[in-house]
Structure formats: C-alpha cells, structure tokens
C-alpha cells in the first residue's frame, strides 16, 4: 500500500464526495463538524474538502494547534526567561514568531540573545553538554503527541546527570478542551474529527466518554483526503442513525489503546495541572507539569517568571475561532494587516493555525 498516493486516488475521491453529497441530502439541517487538529485543517484547506462536499457539512476549526492556544502570559514567561545573557533558551521553531505583550522570541534574538529553534527536544541534551557554563531552558509545548518526547528528554537528562537543563512545560490534552467546547451553551458542534496524532497516544477508547456524555459521532482520521471523506460520510451515517460511537478510520496507525510504553513515560515525570488556554480561559486539569519532586529541573520553581502581560488584540478575533464560533474570513483584519509575514494574532502565525491555512489555500 502506497500511503499517500493510494489515499489521494482522484477517481476514489470523487466517488466518496458523490455518495458524501447524496447522503447529506437526508440530514435535516447542516453537519457541523469540527475538527481539532491542525493538521487536518490544512488538509481540509489544501484540497479543497469543502468545495467537494455538500453544503450540508460545514467544517469548523477548533483549538487544534499547541502555539495558537498558548496564552500571552506564558509568552511573555518564555521572552523573560530567554532575556538572559547566561541562558540558552531552546523551543519548537513556531514558537519564535508568536508575540508576547512587546515582543516575540525572534525579535529578542535578533538583539543578541541565544534563542534556538530545535528540530528535535533531544537536541537539548547537546546543547546543555557543550555549554555547561550555561543554563539551556527548554520551553515545551504540544498536545499528548509531543508529551512523551518531553519525558524522554527528562528521562535522558537525569540519567546522564545534567546539571544545567530546566523545563518549561506547556503540554495540553485534547479531551479536557473537547468538554469545555461541548459546555458551552453557544456551542452548534454535532461531529468531532478527532486529531490522529494525539490518537495514537491516547487511543480511540480515549472518546467513548464524550461521544456517550454529548451523544456526539466522533471520527479518528487520517490527513490525505480519502481518510477525512471516508470519516465525513460515516459521521453522516452516525448522525443519520442517531448513533455516538468513535469510528477509527485511521487503524493502520491508532490502536484501540493508544500506546502504553509512552503513557507510562509520561505518567513517570508530568501530572495534570490546570491551564490557560487562549481564548477558552483556565480548564482544570487540562494541562501537564513535572511532578513536583522534579522542582530542582522545573523553570517556573527555580527562575523568576513574573510577568505583567497586555490583553490580546481587538482586532483579532482568534479567541472565537478557536473555540468554532467565527472563521478567518470573518476577521476584519485576515489578510489585510494580519498575514503571515505580519501576525497579529497566533492563527497566523503558526504553520498549523487556521487562518495561517486559510491565507495559504483559500483566499478569496
């Protein structure tokens, strides 16, 4: 099996959108999908996913991606933190155009400081081995995709003995946010496309409680287009029926219980704590963070991270696209003074924000 071309076959696209636009003929009203991964939203985007569908499914963008869902305040942690002429402060690349109040990480580092963008968080161990005169700062972010990675890096560092690594956690998950959004009285969302790459951490068991709890179809997919139909037309199917089960399309990569050795690691050095999230406000228990007996590694206990940060932009309106209540087209400044070389708001300005997909695939 080819894993991409097979799953952009033309004809079998086709196909899938003809019967996609035959069955939504029998809902009573529109489909509102949401999926919460970034990732599929530019699949969505890139292949033009709504053009191919019916009218009737309407695909809403939820708070899918780790950097658009970080609030201004650890932000500005991250800039106060790397403003130091003893520290190394290393994060994911996305991270580095994200505004704080005053400034972005990117534009600290053009005035001098040592801000690196790694391809990998085991780059870390590097880098503190060959600076040991330095304190590296290592600033996670991610969603349970990225966690186990985190704790590995932690794992390695305290095994080896490093004396002058320190962690600056920012990890989510995925199901706490899920139940907020469906709380809401506002909320219009009647299908879930539930993120692949958290899924195979987590598992597709992972929402069986909220699909039962909501009476909400939750579909696992892939990211070529064959994987995001095959999951609309069985959520049309689902809702056709009056059914609220986790289909797991993407079986060739999620199993039914995720993967357990990276669970456990995870188990092993985080704990949940409550978080912020942009636009959504604190959620209890939605965020993770070193244990506390790893207080002598953790950033926010041995450095001063006192901030005073600024409220977001009027302008920008990602509060409310990432909760699914406005699209990037109905933010007055989308693609006029917000674009990618400009970002006002933190959709734009990750790769994998909606309006950043928008700008790239579908301006009108």
Not at 86 to 113: E, H, P, W
Not at 130 to 153: D, Q
Request: net charge positive; with cysteine; aromatic share 8%.
């Amino acid at each position: 099996m080819d894993l991409i071309n097979d799953f952009r076959d033309k004809d079998k696209i086709l196909a899938l959108a003809s019967l996609i636009k035959n069955e939504s003929k029998k809902l009573e009203k529109p489909l509102n999908v949401m999926e919460i991964c970034g990732g599929h939203t530019h699949s969505i985007m890139k292949f033009g996913l709504p053009q191919l569908c019916s009218e009737m499914i309407n695909f809403i963008h939820g708070p899918g991606c780790p950097v658009c869902v970080l609030p201004r305040e650890r932000i500005d942690e991250a800039i106060k933190l790397a403003d130091d002429e003893n520290t190394i402060f290393c994060t994911l690349a996305d991270m580095m155009r994200v505004r704080g109040s005053y400034q972005s990480l990117m534009d600290l580092r053009a005035k001098g400081r040592d801000i690196r963008a790694l391809y990998s968080p085991l780059d870390a161990l590097k880098i503190a081995l060959e600076n040991p005169a330095k304190r590296v700062i290592f600033f996670a972010i991610g969603f349970e995709t990225t966690t186990p990675m985190s704790a590995v890096l932690i794992k390695k560092s305290l095994e080896k003995g490093i004396k002058n690594l320190f962690f600056h956690i920012n990890h989510v998950m995925v199901p706490q946010v899920i139940r907020v959004i469906m709380s809401d009285k506002s909320c219009k969302i009647k299908a879930f496309l539930a993120p692949s790459h958290v899924s195979v951490i987590v598992g597709s068991d992972e929402y069986s409680a909220l699909a039962n709890e909501f009476k909400t179809p939750f579909a696992i997919c892939g990211f070529e287009p064959l994987d995001v139909l095959d999951s609309i037309l069985n959520l049309i199917h689902q809702s056709l029926h009056n059914r609220h089960e986790v289909y797991n399309e993407y079986k060739r990569v999620v199993k039914q219980k995720g993967n357990e050795l990276a669970k456990s690691i995870v188990r092993e050095y985080f704990e949940p704590c409550d978080f912020t999230w942009r636009g959504l406000g604190v959620i209890a228990k939605s965020g993770m963070d070193l244990k506390s007996e790893f207080d002598e590694i953790n950033a926010k206990k041995r450095f001063d991270c006192r901030v005073e940060s600024l409220g977001e932009n009027k302008a920008c309106i990602c509060a409310q696209i990432l909760k699914g209540l406005a699209k990037p087209y109905d933010c007055k400044v989308f693609a006029k003074t917000c674009t990618p070389q400009n970002p006002l708001g933190s959709c734009m300005v990750s790769g994998e924000g909606a309006c950043a997909a928008y700008y790239k695939y579908a301006i009108k």
